[in-house]
C-alpha cells in the first residue's frame, strides 16, 4: 500500500520568503502525487498534482513541486510567502487501479509572518 | 465553488442521537468520498462509493453507515453519538476511481457536526 509522510505539523515563515513544505512517499509502483491546499473553514481544494511526464509541477497561487523518483520526494515549494497563503497543506498519494484510493499525509499547517 | 454540496453546515446534537449528513457530488462525478476531521485525529478517510456501490472503507465506526443513490447523491448516517464524533465531516467526489482522475478530489465546504 502507498502512503506519504509529512514530517513536522507547523511552518512558520515570514512575508516574502521562500516556502518549502516537505512530502515524502512510499509506493512499489509509480506513483500518482497531489497537494491539497485547506484554507480556514473551508474543505480542501486541490493544489497540483503530478501523474507523468514533466517532473516540476505548477499549480495555482505560485506554488510548484518537482517530483524526484531518488528522494521519493514531492515537496512544495513558493518562492515568496504571502499572508494569503496561512492555510493546511496535504500531500496525497494514489496509484493507477480501480480499487486504488487517495491516501493523504498528516497535513501540515503554514503560518506566514508580517 | 468546488461543485459539491453538503447540508447541514452546521448541526448541534445530544449523545445518544442520530443525524444524518448529506452530499451532493459534482455534475458528471461517480464517486463520492466521505472525511472526518478534527483536531487531534486529523483527515480520516472513512468510506468511498462508486456509482451506487461501496468501493473502498476506511476508519468508519459501526455506528456509522452510508450509501449512494441512484441519483448519486450520497448520505453519511451517524448514531449513538457520543461526544467524540464531534468533528467536521466532509464530502468530496471525482469523476472515477483510482489514477490520476481518482486522486483529483473535489471537496465539498464540510458538515461541522457538535455532539454536546
Known amino acids: 500500500a502507498q502512503s506519504v509522510t509529512q514530517l513536522g505539523s507547523h511552518v512558520s515563515v515570514s512575508e516574502g520568503a521562500l516556502v518549502l513544505l516537505r512530502c515524502n512517499y512510499s509506493?512499489?509502483?509509480?506513483?500518482?502525487l497531489f497537494w491539497y491546499v485547506q484554507y480556514p473553514n473551508q474543505g480542501l481544494q486541490l493544489l497540483l498534482k503530478?501523474?507523468?511526464?514533466?517532473?516540476l509541477v505548477k499549480g495555482i497561487n505560485g506554488f510548484e513541486a518537482e517530483f524526484k523518483k531518488s528522494e521519493t520526494s514531492f515537496h512544495l515549494t513558493k518562492p515568496s510567502a504571502h499572508m494569503s497563503d496561512a492555510a493546511e497543506y496535504f500531500c496525497a498519494v494514489s496509484v493507477s487501479g480501480a480499487n486504488s484510493k487517495l491516501t493523504f499525509g498528516k497535513g501540515i499547517t503554514l503560518s506566514v509572518r508580517p | 465553488d468546488s461543485g459539491v454540496t453538503q447540508t447541514p453546515k452546521h448541526l448541534i446534537t445530544a449523545t445518544g442521537q442520530r443525524v444524518t449528513l448529506r452530499c451532493s457530488p459534482r455534475?458528471?462525478?461517480?464517486?463520492v468520498y466521505w472525511y472526518q476531521q478534527s483536531l487531534d485525529q486529523g483527515l480520516q478517510f472513512l468510506i468511498q462509493y462508486y456509482n451506487g456501490e461501496e468501493r473502498a472503507k476506511g476508519n468508519i465506526l459501526e455506528r456509522f453507515s452510508a450509501q449512494q443513490f441512484p441519483d448519486l447523491h450520497s448520505e453519511l448516517n451517524l448514531s449513538s453519538l457520543e461526544l467524540g464524533d464531534s468533528a467536521l465531516y466532509f464530502c468530496a467526489s471525482s469523476v472515477g476511481t483510482g489514477g490520476p482522475r481518482g486522486g483529483e478530489l473535489f471537496f465539498g465546504e464540510g458538515s461541522r457536526l457538535t455532539v454536546l
Open positions: 509506493s512499489s509502483v509509480p506513483p500518482y
Open positions: 503530478y501523474t507523468t511526464g514533466a517532473t
Open positions: 455534475s458528471g462525478d461517480l464517486s
